[in-house]
């Protein structure tokens, strides 16, 4: 069944169709290069690249264009419309248009470049008066968010402009993109609905990126540049994004054109902040040592990084110098200092992976076994962590290792009524397999037998095989597809144990006699035991 219910190309090489879909009517757009797709889109759920409805509609473009290349040029539309006298085609073009805003963009999108652009002002008008007819139902988008809003005015003025590009008419595609930034930001002033992560923002970068590639191209000059920008940011209609990208474009204007503009732009900026440690001061400190770097001046910029340990990144990349240069002790001092500031300033007393990682390596390359010991069990005093555990327990001879291990189990079991992952991890670590059976079968779960089953079933496989049991039964009292998959997924588990199969096989028998009346789960149990489930989230493969 065709479910394509509209395709048109809006302009040459791109396409926009409607698809009746499962969820609703999708829109689809493609763009191609003549022969092969440039550039795609659909507004469909599907978590699949490119989804299915791509290559239906491209095979439906195919045969559209197919049969337009067999259609006579004597045919009837054609001639009909040659033998239209000038004056009559040129008012039943206007008339048309009035009333038909999709014919009226498409003319204007022919033609528009043929007359004469007076600063941009034509194309400005053309695009101001094609989102005012841009209407959005406030509570179909925010329904609706499976993929970003787009606007086909906008797209199609876009890709005219790319199509000046490839055509090296760089004045007409200046002229559309400065046209997009401004009117867009008027129009998504004035609507009532909030787009703030509806929309494709294409529409904020797009047309800076063609300002950038021409010039790049040698076709718009930067004081030009810099002067447009300049001028539009300090207007009110651009929201604070718009902003940001219009001062990036002239943050990097200014440092190709007048370097040492740029460095006390930088420093200007960075000195207006009240927070010297925020991200804000790190960007603007990260530009003046990419400055710096490109100019081939790295002791300028490592002195930038020196003079401002108040950025984390900074401080961890001069404390990482410090101890491959074995200077431990200016190291120690860099993490120290660091530690007690945080926890100045936001009294916090726990560890930090990164800091408290780096005392701990240089505790081992200084073989300080004292701190090895203090710094491991910050690591593990919340949860069980492998590598710290190990860490923490070379620092105890074997005795030693007796007494503390008690003390650590009792510090993870003190909430014993419900499981606990680090008791059972710790049983893991030790190899005490009787004790973590018997922690198991305390706090039976599929669940948790999943994740530690492998660790009991070669000495204890009937143990394991019934505890499974006993689990699933218990999780079979719930209804629901999902429970049967999981459930298989269980069973996938039990046939790596000795045993497994013909206990499987006679849980599945119970079960089909006991839940007779559960379709889904006769459906899934007997696919699984012909063999056919193998894509199973769980276990089984």
């Known amino acids: 069944m065709n479910r394509i219910i509209d395709l048109q190309e809006t302009t040459p090489k791109s396409w926009r169709a409607k698809y009746r879909g499962n969820y609703g009517t999708y829109t689809i757009k493609i763009e191609t290069d003549g022969k092969e797709i440039r550039n795609f889109s659909c507004s469909c759920p599907s978590d699949y690249f490119p989804c299915k409805h791509i290559p239906i509609v491209r095979e439906f473009i195919r045969d559209r264009m197919d049969k337009g290349k067999e259609v006579s040029g004597k045919g009837l539309f054609e001639s009909t419309v040659r033998e239209i006298p000038f004056r009559d085609l040129q008012e039943f073009v206007i008339r048309h248009g009035l009333y038909n805003a999709s014919f009226q963009q498409t003319v204007l999108l022919e033609f528009t470049p043929l007359h004469k652009q007076s600063g941009g002002d034509n194309y400005s008008e053309i695009i101001r008066n094609a989102l005012r007819n841009v209407d959005f139902d406030a509570d179909a988008i925010y329904d609706y968010h499976y993929e970003s809003l787009e606007i086909d005015a906008l797209d199609q003025w876009l890709n005219k402009a790319r199509e000046y590009i490839e055509q090296k008419d760089y004045t007409e595609a200046v002229l559309i993109a400065k046209a997009c930034i401004e009117e867009y930001a008027e129009w998504e002033r004035g609507i009532d609905v909030d787009l703030d992560g509806y929309i494709s923002e294409d529409y904020l970068y797009v047309p800076f990126e063609i300002l950038e590639e021409a010039y790049e191209k040698g076709c718009l000059t930067a004081e030009a540049l810099l002067t447009y920008c300049k001028t539009e940011a300090g207007k009110s209609k651009y929201d604070r994004v718009t902003v940001d990208t219009f001062n990036s474009l002239i943050t990097r204007l200014t440092e190709e054109t007048d370097p040492k503009a ?30 710096y770097k490109k100019r081939g001046d790295t002791q300028t910029a490592q002195k930038i990084i020196e003079d401002n340990l108040q950025i984390e990144s900074f401080r961890q990349d001069i404390v990482k110098k410090r101890i491959a240069a074995e200077e431990y002790k200016e190291a120690k001092r860099l993490v120290n200092d660091y530690i007690q500031s945080k926890r100045a300033k936001d009294r916090f007393n726990g560890y930090n992976s990164y800091w408290d990682g780096y005392l701990l390596e240089i505790a081992k390359k200084e073989s300080d076994t004292k701190e090895i010991r203090r710094v491991s069990r910050k690591f593990i005093d919340r949860a069980f962590d492998r590598t710290y555990y190990r860490s923490y327990k070379s620092t105890f001879s074997k005795e030693e290792w007796l007494v503390e291990y008690d003390k650590l189990m009792k510090h993870y079991r003190k909430g014993d009524s419900w499981f606990i992952p680090s008791v059972a991890d710790m049983y893991v670590e030790e190899k005490q397999t009787e004790r973590l059976l018997a922690y198991l079968g305390k706090h039976l779960r599929c669940d948790i037998l999943e994740r530690y089953y492998k660790n009991i079933a070669g000495e204890f496989p009937d143990e394991t095989i019934a505890l499974f049991r006993q689990a699933v039964d218990e999780y079979m009292r719930n209804t629901g597809r999902e429970v049967y998959e999981n459930s298989v997924g269980y069973f996938g588990c039990m046939l790596k144990i000795k045993g497994g199969k013909e206990a499987v096989k006679q849980m599945i028998d119970n079960y089909k006699t006991q839940y007779k009346n559960r379709k889904a789960m006769m459906e899934i149990f007997t696919r699984f035991s012909k063999g056919r489930y193998g894509h199973s989230s769980h276990c089984y493969q």
Do not use: P, T, V
Request: charged share 35%.
């Open 262 to 291: 740029f460095i006390a732009i930088q420093d200007k900026l960075f000195n207006g902040l009240s927070d010297k440690s925020s991200y804000e001061a790190q960007r603007i400190l990260e530009r003046k040592i990419d400055f």
